[in-house]
C-alpha cells in the first residue's frame, strides 16, 4: 500500500452510485476530487508571519464525487452532515464577514443545527473566489461530498482540502484551467476574505504542490518553494524511505472549530505587534509589521524590548525557522531520527512559546513521545482542538497506536469516550497532492 491507495476502489464506486442516484446519470460520467489532508511537520504557526514552512499530505482527506449540470444549478449533499445545499453558479457571493470581524461561522466540525444550515459556505466561498479574479462560470455541479472517517475536527487542514475540492470541480466543469500556484490564491480567497479565518496558505500550498513521499518546503514571504525527495541511497545502501516509516493520527476528541476560538487570531496579532515594536526599535518601522520582516540579528538586539507574552511568540517564530532549515536536511539525509527531535522541539515551543496548547491535547502530544518507535510527535492545527500527529518507525506503529489509545483512556477518560475506539488512533501514511481523476 502506498500513499496512492486512497480513495480505495470501494469508495469511488459507491460514491458513484450515489452522484448517479442525485443527478440521474450514469454512473461512468462521475467525476473524482481527490483533496488529501496535510501535517506539518515543522514550520507551525508561522506560516501567517511570512516564515518558512514545512508540510506533507497523507493518504486520508476529502473525496467529492460530481457531475456537471445541464444548467447552473449547484446541488450538494454531504457524507458527513445532513441536509442539501443548493445555489446557482451565476449568483453574485459577497463575504460573509469583513475581515476583523468578530463574528464566526460554523465550519466542517460545527454543532449539528449549525451545520445543516451552514456546511455549504465552502462551496459558496469557492465561487466567491473564482468570481473575484474574473472567473466567468456558466454549469454548476450535482456532487457529493465525505471526508476520511474519524478525521472530523482533526487539525489537518480540512476546511482548505474542501475548499480546494470545489475549487476544482466547478474549474473543472467549466473548462477553465487554473494552475496550482493560483488555486493557492483562491483557496486564501476563501479562507481569509470570504469565511474570515486569519491564516496563512501552507494548508493550501500542500494540499496543491505536495508529491508522495516528499518534504513540501515553502516561504510563505516569497511563496517560492520546493519538494524535498528523501534519499534512494544511505551509506551506500539502497534504501526506501517512505516505507520506513508511518504517520500516527491520534484524535483528541475536541471538536471546538478554530474560528469560534478567539485565541488564533489573538496569537497572529500578537506577532504583527512584536514585529511592530522589533521594527520601530531598529528604525525600520516603514515596513509591514511580519516577523519576516525583521532580521535574526534585530530580533537579538531588540528582543529585550519585547513584553514577556510577545517575547515568547517572537521566539517561538524564530526557533520554528531554524528548525524548519535543519529539517529539511535531515529529510534530504535520511535521518529520521534527527527529524523527529526537531518535530518534538516544534511540539515544544508550539506549548511554551505560542501557548496554543490546551490541556488534552498536551497530555496526548507527552504520551505519544512516551510511545515505543516514535521518532517525533507534536500536535497538528492550532493546538485549541484536534489531534497530535507523529512519526513512528513501521515496525512499531501498530505497538505504539495501542499504547497510545490505551495511556490515552486514563488521562482523558470522558474525550476518550467520544472517539470511536477504532479510530482513536489511525495509522496513515504519505499522500500526493490534490488532483481530478
Not at 516544534?346 to 490546551?358: A, D, F, H, T, V
Not at 505497538?399 to 488521562?411: G, I, T
Amino acid at each position: 500500500m502506498d500513499g496512492m491507495s486512497w480513495p480505495s476502489q470501494s469508495e469511488l464506486d459507491g460514491m458513484r452510485e450515489k452522484v448517479a442516484q442525485m443527478s440521474g446519470r450514469d454512473a461512468k460520467e462521475v467525476i473524482f476530487v481527490v483533496s488529501p489532508y496535510r501535517i506539518c511537520p515543522l514550520g507551525a504557526h508561522i506560516d501567517h508571519q511570512g516564515g518558512t514552512v514545512s508540510a506533507m499530505t497523507i493518504n486520508k482527506g476529502i473525496l467529492l464525487g460530481f457531475v456537471p449540470s445541464d444548467d447552473s444549478q449547484v446541488v450538494l449533499s454531504s457524507g458527513q452532515f445532513q441536509g442539501e445545499v443548493k445555489f446557482r453558479i451565476d449568483e453574485i457571493q459577497l463575504p460573509k464577514f469583513n475581515n476583523g470581524s468578530n463574528n464566526t461561522i460554523p465550519v466542517m466540525n460545527s454543532s449539528k443545527s449549525e451545520e445543516e444550515c451552514n456546511w455549504g459556505s465552502y462551496a459558496r466561498g469557492a465561487l466567491y473566489a473564482l468570481q473575484k479574479r474574473g472567473n466567468f462560470l456558466r454549469k454548476g455541479i450535482i456532487g457529493f461530498i465525505c471526508g476520511s472517517d474519524g478525521l472530523d475536527s482533526s487539525g489537518l487542514s480540512s476546511s482548505a482540502a474542501v475548499g480546494i475540492a470545489y475549487l476544482m470541480a466547478f474549474e473543472n466543469a467549466n473548462n477553465l484551467v487554473i494552475s496550482p500556484t493560483e488555486n493557492i490564491e483562491y483557496d486564501r480567497l476563501i479562507e481569509n476574505e470570504y469565511l474570515g479565518l486569519r491564516n496563512g496558505i501552507l494548508d493550501q500550498s500542500a494540499i496543491l504542490l505536495s508529491s508522495y513521499g516528499c518534504l513540501t518546503c515553502m516561504n510563505c514571504k516569497t511563496k517560492e518553494y520546493q519538494l524535498i525527495h528523501p534519499p534512494n541511497l544511505l551509506n551506500g545502501q539502497k534504501i526506501s524511505m517512505k516505507s520506513s516509516y508511518k504517520i500516527l493520527l491520534a484524535p483528541s476528541g475536541l471538536k471546538q472549530a478554530l474560528t469560534t476560538n478567539p485565541g488564533y487570531n489573538r496569537r497572529v496579532t500578537e506577532c504583527q505587534e512584536a514585529a511592530r515594536i522589533l521594527l520601530q526599535a531598529s528604525g525600520k518601522e516603514g515596513l509591514e509589521p511580519l516577523l519576516s520582516n525583521v532580521q535574526p540579528e534585530i530580533y537579538e538586539a531588540y528582543k529585550s524590548k519585547l513584553e514577556p507574552s510577545l517575547a515568547r511568540r517572537a521566539e517561538h517564530y524564530f526557533s520554528e525557522n531554524k528548525r524548519v532549515i535543519k529539517g529539511v536536511e535531515a529529510w534530504a539525509s535520511g535521518s529520521l531520527k534527527d527529524f523527529g527531535k526537531l518535530i518534538s522541539e516544534s511540539g515544544l515551543s508550539s506549548i511554551k512559546n505560542y501557548e496554543s496548547g490546551c490541556e488534552p491535547l498536551i497530555q496526548l502530544y507527552e504520551i505519544l513521545l512516551r510511545a515505543p518507535g516514535v521518532f517525533g510527535a507534536r500536535f497538528s492545527g492550532a493546538g485549541f482542538r484536534g489531534c497530535c500527529i507523529a512519526f513512528v518507525d513501521a515496525d512499531c506503529a501498530l505497538d505504539a497506536a495501542s499504547f497510545v489509545k490505551n495511556e490515552y483512556r486514563k488521562v482523558q477518560p470522558k474525550l476518550a469516550s467520544q472517539i470511536d475506539q477504532e479510530r482513536a488512533v489511525i495509522i496513515c501514511e504519505a499522500g500526493d497532492c490534490a488532483r481530478v481523476i
